[in-house]
């Protein structure tokens, strides 16, 4: 019995990845390399608000003058943030200048890091984690569920604008899985927000996506009642007092 359940759990295993199209696999390494376009060429001008170029200041004061390259992460995400969510070559241009650095040590970093978006995505771009843990508890039904509501295929923007969904590895979450992130760039970078939605369900990830879509914040995190936080269901069972002293030593001889 147990025997022929372990076949059929693999098997669905096996399910899950083969529906997976070409497109979807091959889409991480479709932009290795940049096309000039009318909305993103090194002609166009780029350069961080009034607001963003205080924040610039204050991140290189954590870094020593002959080291300003190592703010590059951050100022490309503040940069990502004032753009809506995307990095332009302009933008990353823009953050060369200050760092002082040739634009290419800039590209190198921005095409690495996949949370670095380098074509427009939604006021709120949805990530669906698609590591094993998530995937087994039925990520892939998550992601469908929603790119049907939304009648879009992974990587496109919605008509309105609003919403994007990609895929995302792991987020360190596996124990409430499955799960989705949503970065909210409906407010630039003076409202960015990167929340966690977790225990979810196709149901309850398609009525997330209409509560943002209503102007709402969804409450982030466990989207199960009966959990609190990452606890088990139902409360604790086990280290409901203070945990006892190990046994192998006396600890107040311990200088």
């Known amino acids: 019995m147990l025997g022929r359940l372990a076949v059929q759990r693999l098997n669905e ?4 990845f083969r529906r997976t199209t070409q497109a979807s696999r091959s ?35 954590f870094y020593p003058s002959n080291y300003k390259q190592s703010a590059v992460i951050p100022l490309l995400d503040l940069a990502q943030q004032q753009n ?13 200048k200050v760092i002082e650095v040739t634009p290419i040590r800039v590209y190198e970093v921005a095409t690495f890091y996949t949370m670095f978006n380098r074509t427009k995505v939604g006021k709120y771009h949805l990530l669906v984690c698609g590591t094993t843990p998530c995937m087994i508890r039925g990520s892939r039904g998550i992601e469908e569920a929603i790119l049907k509501h939304l009648g879009v295929k992974r990587n496109e ?13 792991c987020m360190g979450c596996c124990v409430n899985a499955p799960m989705m992130t949503v970065a909210d760039y409906s407010n630039g970078s003076e409202g960015y927000a990167y929340n966690y939605y977790e225990d979810l369900t196709p149901k309850r990830a398609v009525e997330i996506v209409q509560a943002f879509r209503k102007g709402e914040k969804p409450t982030r995190g466990t989207q199960n009642p009966g959990r609190i936080n990452c606890g088990p269901e139902g409360g604790n069972t086990t280290l409901l007092g203070e945990p006892k002293a190990p046994p192998c030593r006396d600890l107040d001889a311990v200088e």
């Open 84 to 96: 809506g969510g995307w990095l332009p070559v302009s933008a990353m241009n823009a953050v060369a």
């Open 27 to 61: 889409f991480s390494t479709a932009l290795n390399y940049h096309i000039d376009t009318p909305d993103n060429n090194p002609d166009l001008h780029w350069e961080f608000n009034d607001a963003n170029k205080a924040k610039v200041k204050e991140i290189l004061s």
């Open 157 to 169: 923007v919605t008509k309105d604008g609003l919403f994007s969904v990609g895929e995302m590895e």
């Open 13 to 16: 295993i096996r399910t899950a």
